[in-house]
């Protein structure tokens, strides 16, 4: 397996699992079970990263080991974007960015349990978690955009080059988009037409 194919690969995992830390972090607020573990990085306080866990703390802790396997992947991520896409500028630096605000969110998930779940703290936790998927997706589309099939390609482009649609004037007629340039295989517009 080439370089490059790891990298998308990567990406594509890390994706997952930063969606996966997500809904599970969502999972622990909606239930209520924001301090089941009130100690961090340990649940307990009792220097065990194994706790046995039931209820809330199982809640708590699945997040923490889901969040743990996101900062192993982007660790990964970064790792292989040094190695094999130097020459792509754009991927090293979203793949170090990314590794950059997962740190972030470990550090300011501790500040979370810390501060007794502050609501700007949470919300600001969140908030970076969103921008992290963001830039996760932009990522791994960026990294698989040439084994995308050509159909998908197509569609975006059409999708992103659509014309206004056709709006009603308070005659009743509708207003047609302006005549352009033909585009290869398709005939030009023509007004009214």
Known sequence: MRGHDL??????????????????????????????CPSWPTCFGN??????????AAIEWSHRVSAFFLSVSSLVL?????????????????????LALVVTEALLGGVVIHSSLDPG??????????????????LALLANLKEMPRRWIDWARRAAEEGP????????????APAGPAEPGRPARVPGG
Do not use: K, Q, W
């Open 121 to 138: 703290i949470v919300l600001l936790h969140l908030g970076i978690a969103t921008a992290l998927f963001g830039m996760l997706l932009v």
């Open 78 to 98: 970064s790792g292989l974007a040094l190695a094999y896409e130097r020459g792509r500028r754009v991927l090293l630096r979203l793949a170090v960015g990314a």
């Open 47 to 56: 220097g065990n990263y194994l706790p046995s866990v039931s209820g809330g």
């Open 165 to 176: 649609a056709a709006r009603v004037r308070s005659s009743g007629t509708a207003d047609r």
């Open 7 to 36: 990298f998308r690969i990567a990406a594509l995992v890390t994706v997952v699992l930063c969606y996966t830390t997500i809904i599970l972090g969502g999972n622990v607020i909606t239930t209520d079970n924001g301090l089941a």
